[in-house]
């Protein structure tokens, strides 16, 4: 029986860069978590009967709403669920099994790297039948239903499904299946990467690692793969096991978070590599022994050796970086004659040039990094292309990025965020900075010289669509480079992001300290911004 429950609109469920994401609280507020997933349902482009898709990370709350999107799915015609074993299924995982199964799309249950548990956050993400987020027409599309929508429905009775069982049960007309959360994933890694090359590696001990899957999504995924079909010994894969708190950490692949990964990787007993996933399984952390590589650099150096791997052994259609990553890959693009494309942050920005076939791999400064595999960002995919690399190459990490830097040049390059601001004062300062943008060409703030300033905007070459007010670019006269821009990641105020670059040429310095690098950006983005006044912040809340 189908039950219709009068709501009336939330306010403030507009989808992000990556969904609608808020605390738990909220999300647990009566027909909140309904009324945004009806929205979804009664703008979705689906056929009758149709495939949805349904997991999330294992955070807090993830079970609840699993359940009720599950008879929803029933009461709104989808003829079936398919649903990660546990509820769990990583972002990429879920994207590949959309794909797989010709499914209409999928909601992903993640708050992605920020922190779980009952006073922390909770997400939920459409993405569509190609297995990408859902473009901005949709999530646009979803928002002004959620401004109107005045009823949601559930199917009663029915099978009780039993999450942890892989099965089939029935609720009303609908099929749900409960799957396998892994095996098709990691079916995929060995269809693209050189398995026998990297067991060899590791049988030998030539190829040692660490890998801290942060108590979140990635956990069962890593054993199965690394110390299941390429046998790593038992314990590489640390913190595996999935919490609904992620262990009370923040389940953020960054050197901050990841603490104890990286004062390993810096001493002495440090293994070759040492590699880190997020709560949602779609960012890598890479750390070589002894260095660490930015993701904008891991984004390069996976693109110029990626023919390594069997998957891309006949070349790359094209490299795609948001507009904040460094430009370190627009050179590899260069060398290899194929394009380079510059888009807006948010991977659904990437989805119509790998569609189209004019990309193969893809990145973001903020340790996302994937390929035309699926249609999401890939944590664990980045990381075993990186042991594909060192498999076949037999050289360390450190080598690897030194012989890429004196082929290519380096790109000095760190994020500065400044977490939580209130959002008043946060829009306060990108206002004032976009009217400042028309009088900085030609001023000099200590050596640099500003050569160009503007606000980002984006022009789909596949589809035309237009993205506006996607960052402010500062561009001086050296090469350098800072960008602003607000996050649509959080869940609380706004993060503001500043990002510094510094380019240097292949017979430039190539091995000194980045903070030292870049000590002149940092002066003149806080000149340029006037970051302090703003926010009252004299330091930024995290460094990468």
């Known amino acids: 029986m189908i039950t219709t429950v009068a709501t009336t609109p939330f306010d403030g469920q507009k989808p992000g860069t990556s969904g609608l994401r808020k605390k738990v609280r909220v999300f647990q507020q009566p027909g909140y978590a309904e009324s945004f997933i009806q929205s979804v349902f009664d703008v979705a482009e689906r056929p009758p009967a149709s495939t949805l898709v349904i997991g999330g990370d294992g955070r807090f709350h993830n079970r609840t709403v699993i359940r009720k999107a599950i008879r929803m799915a029933a009461a709104n015609g989808y003829g079936r669920v398919l649903v990660g074993q546990g509820g769990i299924l990583s972002t990429p995982a879920a994207s590949h099994v959309i794909r797989k199964y010709g499914a209409s799309g999928g909601l992903i ?55 942890d069982r892989i099965g089939t049960a029935q609720v009303g007309d609908m099929v749900v299946e409960v799957i396998d959360a892994v095996a098709d994933y990691a079916e995929l890694m060995e269809e693209l990467f050189d398995f026998p090359a990297i ?93 660490f590589i930015t993701p904008s650099d891991s984004l390069a150096m996976l693109a110029a050796n990626a023919h390594l791997a069997p998957a891309y052994a006949g070349g790359l259609k094209g490299i795609a970086r948001s507009m904040p990553t460094s430009a370190a890959a627009d050179r590899v693009a260069q060398a290899l004659g194929i394009p380079a494309w510059e888009t807006p942050t948010g991977w659904k920005f990437f989805g119509t040039l790998l569609d ?33 690399i060192l498999a076949v190459t037999r050289k360390p990490v450190l080598q690897i990025a030194t012989e890429h830097w004196a082929r290519f040049g380096r790109n000095y390059y760190a994020r500065h965020d400044y977490e939580a601001i209130e959002t008043a004062r946060a829009n306060a300062l990108m206002t004032a900075l976009e009217a400042s943008l028309a009088g900085l060409p030609g001023q000099s703030f200590g050596t640099l010289v500003v050569s160009a300033a503007d606000q980002f905007a984006y022009i789909d070459p596949v589809d035309g669509s237009e993205s506006r007010n996607q960052g402010v670019r500062v561009m001086f006269a050296c090469g350098s480079r800072i960008v602003f821009r607000l996050s649509g990641t959080g869940t609380e105020g706004a993060t503001l992001r500043v990002y510094l670059e510094r380019y240097e040429a292949a017979d430039g310095v190539l091995d000194a300290e980045t903070p030292a690098m870049l000590a002149d950006l940092v002066a003149a983005a806080e000149a340029i911004a006037g970051i302090a006044a703003h926010t009252g912040r004299t330091a930024p809340d995290v460094v990468t």
């Open 109 to 163: 249950l993640s708050a992605s790297h920020n922190p779980g548990g009952p006073d922390e956050d909770f997400g939920i993400k459409y993405n569509i039948a190609n297995g990408g987020p859902a473009p901005e027409s949709v999530t646009e599309a979803i928002y002004a239903r959620t401004c109107t929508i005045d009823r949601w429905m559930m199917v009663e009775g029915g099978d009780e499904v039993d999450l």
């Open 199 to 291: 067991r060899a590696a590791v049988a030998s001990r030539a190829l040692t690692m660490a890998f801290d899957a942060m108590h979140a999504v990635t956990g069962p995924y890593a054993r199965d793969i690394l110390e299941g079909r390429l046998g790593f010994p038992a314990g590489t894969v640390r913190n595996g096991m999935p919490l609904e708190d992620f262990g009370g950490h923040h389940p953020d692949p960054n050197l901050v978070h990841a603490k104890e990964l990286y004062d390993l990787m810096m001493s002495a007993d440090a293994p070759t590599i040492g590699a880190a996933s997020d709560g949602d399984g779609d960012r890598n952390l890479i750390i070589g022994k002894g260095v």
């Open 356 to 388: 189209a076939g004019k990309a193969t791999i893809c990145g973001e400064e903020s340790a996302g990094t994937g390929s035309d595999h699926v249609r999401e960002k890939d944590g664990l995919w980045a990381v075993l292309l990186w042991l594909n």
